[in-house]
Structure formats: structure tokens, C-alpha cells
């Protein structure tokens, strides 16, 4: 057969079949049934982001957002920038609340999708280090409401007039949107499945076994030794069924292994829903049945013969704009997900970068990454009274037990699924450490009341089914009266290798990268992450108060007294005196004096009382130039009231001393 010959029958075999099969319609009303269960799994989402927003989202909360913008430049397209108030961030999301229940109304139900989904995209890409499942499948629900035929049944105008209710089991729509998402579904499956075969512990058959043990799961205690071998077995079972899951939800109508597909696919989700924190995902997927099982479902709403076709609508010429969108979306999916098959790879990094711009980042690789991150992570707080006898505990708020927040404790010990820079993994850790030491900080009440809190990592490996702790770090600890505050870069001598000095509070070291695999310790190299905050309170003082709230930096305790020497040329703040020396540079072999400059050494906002400075008398070599203490200058001796920020000059080192 000749080339052109056998592209026309390919044509005609391939191209035409599926474009008759994704073109074929669909019945309108369990379209619409969809978009109701989207509309409620979204109106559930933003409640979650409400009740999560002092913890994650506000800028006092858990993370650095900053940082996590300036590492991560690409999650500055959004609404939320650093700098906002506070109290926005409810309201973004109450207004993202109101566009699901648009979409439940159906009532302009494209805006009111397109209103959630900028919303809870621009949520996502602020608390980019906590993002996962749950957050991208409500992203790429909302988006498929932009593009199915939605609107057309069960609609808040519908309910009042009784003939258009009795039509709506009989509407039909285009099904190329609805046939694209089952796709999509499917693809979903398959790459989650297909990675899986590229983790040793998959392959050993603990794969489930660590899965359930992490921080995503939901009861890991219940889970011992003693049923290993049975999930050894279901390890491979997933392994086997995943990828191919939701194929038979695709067969002809009536079929009967398109129903054992149904109830094996059900068993599965809620297998997964019981046993792992990634409830939302789960449900959204489990809710796509309806559009599998659409004309069985308009079957039963019709309460008609199955037997009895329905009449067809007349050829169409064109595909709409959203019909075009949908094909084009699917193949950007498939595209940005299949980064290792070779056909795809080169339009990998430009299809996500698109889904990333429209709010959708899409990634299907599902516990394929348990090998690096199989580690159980416990954390617990320590209260000690200034008599060293144990304190009361604090409120569990103090030490916020959420999916997210688990997730945020993780990185203590480089336990994540975001891949983070080498060069800032050290800063982000840094500041989720402090982050959760000021926190915890705002529930202390008694004055002299001494707070730690440890983290220990427990690997989860088949050679540690105990779950025996390899390394433990301190996040934070410190009392009322404790001094100056240090900080926690202090602790660590070096970023890798060595060993932390003195006083590091039992801070024990991480092996080497290549042992740390070795070892099934977690990876990241030795880096000490002890986020010392002392936690002084001053009396009368209660949680609430502004000691914390809109002091989103690091305040600075003055030690005043250093050992300074002449760097540059100085400078004149005003016009000098007329019997001042013309020449005012200093000599350069006078001794080096003693002047008054501001070390950072950080403590409470509350506790931040400046010293006094003795003036000392001017020499015959101490010409008055800024600043000075002669008397004779008259410019320049009004002092405002207003404290301005000082200007970061060049080349003047000036390490710290005690004074004796």
C-alpha cells in the first residue's frame, strides 16, 4: 500500500471514528448533576481555605509567602501578593465561596466557575509549599465547567416553570467537552499507575504499606507489622489495576463488564478515602460516574424503554470554540504530564506552562515519590515552668495538626514532594522553623514559661517496621529572662558536613546524601535546623495581644558597643562649622575608637529597650563632623520624633563583642 493511500485510510479508520465517537451527544441532565457535585466539592473547598487562613495563608501564619514567591517566581501570577492586609484574604475567598454556589444555582454558571477558579488557583500558587492533590483536581473540575454544555437543566429559573422541567430528562447536548474529561479521568489513572512501576518500594510490595504510614495518611496507627502481607498483596493488585481502572467505565451502554468496572472503581476510591488525606481529589474523581454512566442515568430520569433510541440531532458542520478548547486542552494535559515518552518531552515545559497560566497545573505522578519521602514525622511541644517542674500543655492550636501543616513540619527534616533549589532549600527551611516557633510563642501565658519543640523522623522502610527514630531536631525552645536571643543560623557551623557546636540542644546530625539513601535516613545533608525562640513574656501579657500580630520580621536587640576602624571616606549630614578643620579625614595610625552601632541580634518586639550610650569628650584628633558632640555646629542638632531605616553601607565590618 502506498504512503498516501495508507494515510487516507488511517484517516478514514481513526481520525473519523474517534471524531464520530467524541461528537456523538449526550443527555443534558446528568451533565448538569455533575456540575451540582462540582459546585458543592468547590463550596467545600473554600470553606477549608476559610477555616486554614490564620495558619496558612495570612502573612503572620506558618509560612514565609515572600519567600516561597521569591523562590518560586512563577507563583506570583495570582491575586495575592506580600504586603496585603490581612483580612483580604477572607474575603477572596468568600467571594470564590459565592462563585461555586453560582455554578450549584446554575445561575451564569462560566462566570461563577471562572470567579472559583481564579480564586483557588491564586490560593495554590500563595501556599505553593503545601499544595497537592486535592488542591489540583478542584482546579481542573472547575476548569471542565468552563467547557462542558452546562446550564441547559436544573437550573434555579428551571424550578419554577413545570414544562421545562418536564423536558429536561429529553434535552441532549454535545458530548466532544464531557467525552474530553473522561479522557482525562482516564489519563489521570493510567500515569498514576505507571509511575508507580518506577518505585522500589512499589516493587517490593511496600509500597502501600509506607503509604500508609506518612502524613497524608489518615489512620497511621492502625496499620502494623502484622499486616504486612496483606498489604503486600493489595501493593500489587494497585500496581496492576490502576492504570487500566477506568477503561471499562468507557464501554457501550448495557455492557456488563462496564458495571463490574463501576463497582471495582468505586471499591478502589473509597478504599483510598479511607485510608489516605486526599478525601477531595477522590470524591471529585468518583463524582466523573455520573458522565460515565450518562445515558444509564437519563434512562432512569426518563423513565423510558433503554431499548428505545433517542432522536438524534441534526449533523453539525463545525465544532464550537468550546468544543475546539476541550480537544486542545486534553492534548495540553497528556502533553505536560508524560514528560518521559520521548513524543512528548519536547512540549512538555510549554504545554505546562500554559496549563499553568489558565490555573491548572496538572501532575499525575501519585506515590511513585514514597521511596524519597517514606518517613513518619512526629513533633511535640514541651512546656516547662520557670521552677523546672512540667508545665500545663498548650492548646492544641499551638501545634496545628492539618493535612497542610504536617506538610510544613516535613520540611524540617527535607521530607517534601516540591522540588526546592539547592541553593534556597536552606532558607525555607530556616523560615518554616521560625515560623512555627513564633506560633507556637502566641499561646504561652505564664512569664518565665520555658517552650520546646522536637521533631523526630521515623523512616518507614522494611528493615524499621518498629519505626525507630534516626535523627531528632529541636524547632524551637527558650524562656522568659533567657538573655539575648540567638539566632538559629548560629546553631550551625556549616550548611554540610561538621558538626554543630556546643549547646546545639541534642541536634543530631544527617549522614551524607549517599548514606542517607544507604541508610533510609531523610536526604538533604547535614543541615541543623534549630529555630531557637526564647518566648518571653511579659507579665499581664494574653494571646491575641499585638505582640505578634503585623511584626512580620525579625526584630533587632542593640548591642552597641564594637571595635570599629576607618573604611571610607566620612561623610557631612550638614554644613560644617566655620572653625572646623578642612581636613577631616582620620589619621592612620590613631588608635581605633569606640562607637555606638546597632548589632543584629534579634529578640521579642516586647523586649526591645535600648541601652544608653556615654558620650565621650572630643580629642584634639576627634574632629566634629556628623553627629558630633563639640557643641558648635548649629545645623543639624534637631532630633525628629519619626525613626527612619538606616542605609546599608559597604565595607565596614564590624564583628560583635561583649563588653567586659
Not at 339 to 365: K, P, T
Not at 377 to 390: F, I, K, L, S
Request: net charge positive.
Amino acid at each position: 500500500m502506498l504512503p498516501r493511500e495508507f494515510g487516507v485510510v488511517l484517516r478514514a479508520q481513526v481520525v473519523e471514528s474517534a471524531r464520530r465517537w467524541l461528537d456523538r451527544d449526550v443527555p443534558a441532565l446528568p451533565v448538569d448533576v455533575f456540575r451540582i457535585l462540582v459546585g458543592v466539592l468547590a463550596a467545600g473547598h473554600f470553606v477549608r481555605l476559610l477555616v486554614e487562613h490564620s495558619q496558612i495563608s495570612a502573612p503572620d501564619g506558618l509560612i514565609d509567602h515572600a519567600l516561597v514567591q521569591e523562590i518560586y517566581w512563577y507563583t506570583r501570577v495570582g491575586l495575592f501578593h506580600p504586603g496585603m492586609p490581612g483580612w483580604l484574604f477572607p474575603i477572596a475567598y468568600a467571594i470564590g465561596l459565592a462563585g461555586a454556589l453560582l455554578v450549584v444555582l446554575g445561575h451564569r454558571v462560566r462566570l461563577g466557575a471562572l470567579i472559583a477558579l481564579v480564586v483557588a488557583a491564586s490560593a495554590y500558587r500563595w501556599s505553593f509549599v503545601v499544595m497537592y492533590l486535592d488542591d489540583t483536581v478542584v482546579h481542573l473540575l472547575l476548569f471542565w465547567l468552563l467547557l462542558l454544555p452546562v446550564g441547559h437543566t436544573l437550573t434555579l429559573r428551571g424550578f419554577g416553570d413545570r414544562a421545562a422541567r418536564a423536558r429536561w430528562p429529553l434535552v441532549r447536548v454535545s458530548g466532544v467537552a464531557v467525552r474530553c474529561l473522561l479522557l482525562n479521568v482516564c489519563w489521570i489513572y493510567f500515569i498514576a499507575g505507571v509511575w508507580k512501576l518506577d518505585s522500589a518500594l512499589w516493587h517490593q510490595g511496600f509500597g502501600l504499606s509506607a503509604s500508609m504510614k506518612v502524613g497524608i495518611a489518615r489512620l497511621p496507627e492502625l496499620w502494623g507489622p502484622e499486616h504486612l502481607p496483606v498489604l503486600r498483596a493489595v501493593d500489587w493488585v494497585v500496581m496492576t489495576l490502576e492504570p487500566v481502572l477506568p477503561i471499562p467505565l468507557l464501554l457501550r451502554t448495557g455492557h456488563p463488564l462496564k458495571w463490574i468496572g463501576a463497582a471495582v472503581f468505586v471499591a478502589f476510591n473509597l478504599f483510598i478515602l479511607a485510608t489516605l488525606g486526599i478525601g477531595w481529589a477522590i470524591v471529585g474523581l468518583t463524582c466523573t460516574l455520573v458522565l460515565f454512566f450518562a445515558e444509564e442515568l437519563a434512562v432512569r430520569f426518563a423513565r423510558t424503554d433503554a431499548s428505545v433510541p433517542s432522536p438524534p440531532r441534526a449533523p453539525r458542520g463545525h465544532w464550537t470554540r468550546a468544543e475546539i478548547a476541550s480537544v486542545v486542552f486534553l492534548a495540553l494535559v497528556v502533553s505536560a504530564t508524560a514528560r518521559h515518552i520521548r513524543a512528548f518531552s519536547a512540549l512538555n515545559e510549554l504545554a505546562y506552562a500554559v496549563l499553568w497560566m489558565v490555573g491548572v497545573g496538572q501532575d499525575y505522578r501519585l506515590f511513585n515519590w514514597i521511596d524519597r519521602v517514606a518517613f513518619d514525622v512526629r513533633t511535640v511541644v514541651r512546656v516547662t515552668r520557670p521552677d523546672g517542674t512540667p508545665g500545663p500543655a498548650l492548646p492544641p492550636d499551638a501545634l496545628p495538626d492539618g493535612f497542610r501543616a504536617r506538610l510544613l513540619r516535613g520540611y524540617a527534616h527535607d521530607v517534601r514532594w516540591l522540588i526546592v533549589p539547592d541553593g534556597r532549600l536552606f532558607d525555607l527551611r530556616l523560615s518554616l522553623a521560625r515560623r512555627q516557633a513564633s506560633w507556637a510563642c502566641r499561646f504561652v501565658q505564664e512569664p518565665g514559661t520555658r517552650v520546646e519543640i522536637v521533631s523526630t523522623a521515623h523512616p518507614i522502610r522494611p528493615d524499621n517496621l518498629k519505626l525507630a527514630p534516626t535523627r531528632r531536631i529541636r524547632l524551637a525552645g527558650g524562656a522568659h529572662g533567657s538573655g539575648r536571643r540567638r539566632d538559629a543560623r548560629e546553631w550551625f557551623p556549616t550548611r554540610r558536613g561538621g558538626v554543630p557546636t556546643s549547646g546545639a540542644l541534642g541536634a543530631s546530625p544527617v549522614p551524607e546524601s549517599s548514606e542517607a539513601k544507604k541508610e533510609g535516613r531523610p536526604p538533604g545533608g547535614p543541615l541543623f535546623l534549630i529555630g531557637l525562640h526564647p518566648c518571653r513574656v511579659p507579665s499581664g501579657h494574653r494571646p491575641g495581644d499585638d505582640v505578634v500580630h503585623r511584626v512580620l520580621r525579625l526584630a533587632v536587640h542593640p548591642h552597641l558597643v564594637v571595635q570599629v576602624r576607618g573604611g571610607r571616606d566620612p561623610g557631612v549630614a550638614d554644613e560644617r562649622d566655620a572653625v572646623a578643620a578642612l581636613d577631616g579625614l582620620p589619621d592612620a595610625d590613631q588608635e581605633a575608637g569606640r562607637v555606638p552601632v546597632a548589632g543584629r541580634v534579634s529578640v521579642a518586639v516586647v523586649d526591645l529597650y535600648h541601652q544608653p550610650v556615654a558620650a565621650h569628650v572630643d580629642g584634639a584628633h576627634h574632629l566634629p563632623l556628623r553627629r558630633g558632640e563639640d557643641g558648635r555646629p548649629a545645623p543639624g542638632r534637631d532630633i525628629d520624633a519619626l525613626v527612619r531605616q538606616g542605609q546599608v553601607v559597604d565595607r565596614v565590618v564590624a564583628p560583635l563583642r561583649e563588653e567586659a
